[in-house]
């Protein structure tokens, strides 16, 4: 039986990726440490075994990439 086609959709977080673009140089630094000190508390919870939920430490790897890739393009713009 054939499938049907799937609809393009936009992706999950390119609605959050608009509102990091509107966002200055300085603050996506001070949100990315932020990410980065959640990524490390989350992983000691997870050493520690105490993570409640596991789908967090892929959702801030995610979006430090995200973070990161809108500060890429800014210093490439100048």
Known sequence: MARAPKKKTEAKG???TAELRANTPDELKDALLDLKKEQFNLRFQRA???L???GRVREVRREIARVKTVLGQKAAAK
């Open 48 to 50: 520690t075994q105490q």
């Open 52 to 54: 409640e939920n596991p």
């Open 14 to 16: 390119s609605a959050h």
